[in-house]
């Protein structure tokens, strides 16, 4: 690897350096190999972002500010910008010095795109035998959906995911977190991390698969044994089938979420609540009417009432926040300082120079292949 080794153990424990010495080249646009960069970013990985020369659409999304999108600047901080042409002979050159000099190439392009530009996993492997290389795709390598289209959406609605997002005798409904996206980035950060160690004890690099779709389905390992074991029943335990799990509106608009699975929490409920009659109806089959009776005493409260009353009572309970609530709210880990996230090709010199590629030998910054 390119000088990186195992963490000692005081390293390991400190996530700023644990990844340190680490070089990611991210050819990946929008929000899944975003994400996934983003994370290796934190471990302390050096990521390098290789925009084309229009650049990552989501620099354009709104809102934009100062010229930028907000959403870009969200997953990108920490990172550096580089402009090649992948489609000019001088832009393969110099992605391939790269990749010599780099230990991960993540890329996010349909199945083909690389070999067809005569970049390859035969051709990296013969640049770097140690690069790990990431593919993170909608529907993975191959397969008869290799080749589609499709956005988080799509994903989820094939996974199973989408069909299980539903308000009981409803239709679905689109997720507002990008399950499949986020959930396949952390996947592909969790592959990378693994190839590293592998490679870092004097192992192969490797051309990492993963698929966006296929991860979205892993995460309902539960959901189908459960129904594989049960298929009569008409919801899964934690998409509305019992009282005990399940959101309450509150008395003056707000809501709360309920998870009392375990009978013990559910027996701390029933006592907070003056309504030990209820513990033995935890899972019973009349839960259409153990709900009414739940919604009725948590309607007859405040949700910040109810959150303050049953906060020591260990019940499983919390208010739904609303987003600008949990910015105020809600006592995070603060995040380490990181450099802004970066304008386009604003490191393109600094990172052709680290490889030896000055304007002389690549046609120049803004010269042919080049941004």
């Known amino acids: 690897m390119n000088g990186v080794k195992l963490p000692s153990t005081q390293e390991a424990d ?3 350096v644990s990844l340190a010495g680490v070089r990611v080249l991210d050819l990946t646009r929008l929000l899944p190999g975003g994400f996934c960069s983003l994370l290796l970013a934190e471990q302390g990985a050096e990521v390098t972002k290789l925009e084309a020369p229009e650049g990552d659409p989501l620099r354009r999304y709104p809102p934009v500010v100062d010229g930028q999108s907000v959403l870009f600047d969200a997953i990108s901080a920490g990172k550096r910008s580089a402009v ?3 489609k000019a002979e001088a832009g393969r050159e110099a992605l391939l010095r790269l990749a010599a000099h780099s230990d991960v190439l993540l890329e996010g392009n349909r199945p083909g795109t690389l070999e067809r530009l005569g970049l390859g996993w035969p051709v990296l492997r013969a640049a770097n035998p140690r690069l ?4 993170l795709t909608g529907y993975g390598q191959t397969g008869k959906l290799a080749a589609r289209a499709g956005h988080d959406l799509n994903y989820v609605a094939l996974a199973g995911v989408l069909a299980l997002n539903r308000p009981r005798g409803g239709e679905p409904h689109p997720l507002s977190v990008q399950v499949a996206d986020l959930g396949g980035a952390q996947m592909a950060a969790f592959h990378i991390a693994v190839a590293l160690y592998d490679v870092a004890r004097g192992g192969a690099g490797r051309h990492l698969d993963v698929s966006l779709a296929r991860t979205a389905h892993r995460w309902l390992e539960l959901t189908a044994a459960e129904q594989a074991a049960a298929p009569s029943e ?3 335990q934690l998409s509305g089938r019992y009282a005990c799990y399940d959101v309450y509106a509150c008395r003056d608009g707000g809501f709360l979420s309920l998870a009392a699975l375990e009978p013990k929490f559910w027996a701390n409920l029933c006592r907070a609540l003056g309504r030990p009659d209820l513990t033995r109806r935890q899972f019973q089959p009349d839960q259409a009417a153990l709900r009414q009776e739940l919604q009725a005493i948590f309607g007859a409260r405040g949700r910040d009432e109810w959150a303050q009353r049953l906060a020591g009572e260990d019940v499983c309970c919390e208010p739904v926040l609303e987003l600008s609530q949990v910015r105020s709210g809600v006592q995070w880990p603060a ?8 304008r386009l090709g604003e490191h393109t010199a600094e990172v052709l120079a680290e490889v030896g590629l000055g304007s002389g030998a690549t046609g120049g910054v803004g010269g042919p292949g080049l941004g």
């Not at 790990?132 to 593919?135: E, H």
């Not at 995040?335 to 970066?342: H, L």
């Open 14 to 16: 400190n996530v700023a």
């Open 132 to 135: 790990i290389l990431c593919s």
């Open 335 to 342: 995040r380490s300082p990181r450099r802004p996230a970066p």
């Open 234 to 236: 008409l919801a899964p």
């Open 84 to 86: 090649l042409d992948l």
